[in-house]
């Protein structure tokens, strides 16, 4: 696939690695929008980037940034900064660097499936949700007036909430989706239960269906290894991967009744209209419904 | 006791889980942060294995690295009645080319899987290619076998060898091969799910009901 024409997607910031998993010297290849891209930590430990198209000299890439232990690129002129997440380097919690995870689909399905709570009891069933408990209670949609997408008052009640606890709890959670292909939960820390874990993903594009997930998570837990973390959340993540790489369409629909939608699923046609409203066309499907 | 070196990820590390939960073996786990961290590659790992390879396993001052070997000594071991494990010279070869099949001639599934789920841009079609060529022999013989009234890879019940060989079959298409003409794999790979003890790991989906 070429690099893709899309301005909407060209101007956002988007992670293309975790710095600390980035040897330096070493040269990283990968893709971002549909372009070959190629990155390299310096010996100072700043990573430079450049484009790469067989038979071109590379173009050096003007904005690359690192912030949150990530690297940041645009391809083209940002239209906004990086999103702010004050609780990265607030002290208590624990921050994890979940490593890159390939899926075979548009980073929209993967953000999607990231804040649908009512798959819990059967993609999760054990940990994250129970075949005796599958029902979503009701909870609140909005667009604040910075621009970002959030659903709260969120609940469910948890088997297995986390790698710290053992017994079935029912957790609170708020979603923050700042970015169209950005997505951070907040959740009620079991071992912690005035505070919040954190889990956020941020989504490359490498082409329209096909992405790498970033993420982190930052978590109240003075007991669990980080090993023990990460096979946490490579567990449950694997199990989204494994539903994830056989949705069709792969591009995320936006027009009404291309999929019926249930009450559970609020905050998934809220961020379906606000996809269309942002004018992004990469990774999505606008194709309209065909007449019964 | 046993001592299970583990990433909840890797195939080759379910291959023994599967056969500890399968015999009820008690064991603990280790977790290596295998990926992003490389904790295998890192000096006290490569202490107990030089390889920098999982599953390792450890049995009091026993120290056995690699699938194959873990499940021949679990087998022999934790199963009095020899049946994941036949005794039988003849039984017991028939075993062995299919668990050496599996070594060698899935492990381009695994690798392409693997590839695919930490997001490398490698290519991937050597692989998928030689992974599907593969999967074909599996399917032909699986297939014979029903028409003969077999239901297992290497003898009349489920062997170390229809275990050793269902991760790779059975999340295939994470690696880009598809099952979609490979019917009597479908079938066999039920089978596998419907024994007794049987778990799943992320990427293999549970049969429900």
Not at chain 1, 184 to 190: A, E, G, M, Q
Not at chain 2, 122 to 143: M, R, T, Y
Not at chain 2, 147 to 159: F, L, M, S, Y
């Amino acid at each position: 696939m070429m690099k893709t024409t899309d301005q909407i997607a060209l101007n956002d910031w988007y992670v293309v690695a975790a710095l600390s998993n980035l040897a330096a010297g070493q040269t990283h290849q990968t893709r971002l929008l549909g372009q070959n891209i190629s990155l390299k930590a310096g010996a100072d430990g700043r990573p430079t980037c450049v484009e790469i198209d067989a038979g071109q000299p590379a173009r050096v890439v003007e904005h690359v940034v690192v912030r949150y232990d990530f690297v940041w690129v645009c391809l083209g002129q940002p239209s906004r900064d990086i999103v702010d997440i004050p609780e990265i380097g607030a002290p208590g919690r624990r921050f994890i660097q979940r490593g890159r995870i390939g899926v075979a689909t548009s980073a929209q399905r993967v953000i999607e499936n990231f804040f649908d709570l009512s798959h819990f009891s059967f993609v999760h069933t054990g940990t994250l949700g129970g075949m005796d408990v599958t029902e979503v209670p009701p909870y609140s949609v909005n667009v604040r007036e910075n621009g970002e997408l959030w659903a709260t008052e969120c609940r469910f009640f948890q088997p297995k909430a986390s790698a710290a606890i053992a017994g079935g709890v029912e957790i609170a959670y708020n979603y923050r989706v700042p970015r169209p292909l950005m997505a951070i939960i907040y959740k009620t820390s079991p071992s912690h239960s005035t505070e919040n874990d954190i889990i956020g993903l941020f989504v490359q594009p490498r082409d329209e269906t096909d992405c790498v997930v970033h993420s982190f998570g930052l978590m109240w837990d003075a007991v669990s290894s980080d090993a023990a973390l990460l096979h946490f959340f490579h567990e449950v993540f694997a199990q989204d991967r494994s539903v994830l790489i056989h949705q069709l369409p792969k591009k995320l629909p936006l027009m009404p009744r291309r999929e019926i939608p249930t009450h559970s699923d609020a905050l998934s046609i809220a961020y379906r209209r606000w996809l269309d409203k942002s004018g992004l066309q990469f990774g999505v499907d606008r194709e309209t419904a065909k007449a019964a | 006791m046993i001592r299970l070196y583990d990433y909840i990820l890797s195939s080759d590390c379910y291959k023994v889980r599967l056969l500890l939960g399968m015999l009820q073996v008690e064991f603990e786990t280790v977790k290596v942060n295998f990926h992003p961290r490389a904790e295998h590659r890192q000096p006290d790992f490569l202490a107990l294995n030089p390889l920098g390879s999982l599953p390792v396993l450890t049995d009091g001052d026993l120290v056995l690295r690699g699938a194959l070997p873990i499940v021949s000594y679990l087998a022999q071991t934790h199963d009095p009645a020899r049946r994941w494990y036949p005794a039988d010279a003849a039984a017991a070869a028939r075993v062995l080319m299919w668990l050496d099949f599996a070594e060698r001639e899935l492990a381009p599934i695994s690798e392409a899987r693997f590839l695919n789920l930490i997001g490398r841009d490698d290519d991937l079609s050597p692989l998928v290619a030689a992974g599907e060529a593969a999967l074909e022999i599996l399917e032909d013989h699986l297939a014979e076998g029903e028409i003969a009234g077999r239901q297992w890879v290497a003898a009349d019940h489920a062997t170390i060898a229809d275990l050793v060989l269902f991760p790779a079959s059975a999340m295939a298409p994470e690696g880009g091969i598809g099952l979609e003409t490979k019917p009597a794999i479908w079938r066999w790979l039920d089978r596998v799910k419907r024994l007794p003890n049987f778990i799943v790991m992320p990427g293999v989906l549970p049969l429900l009901g």
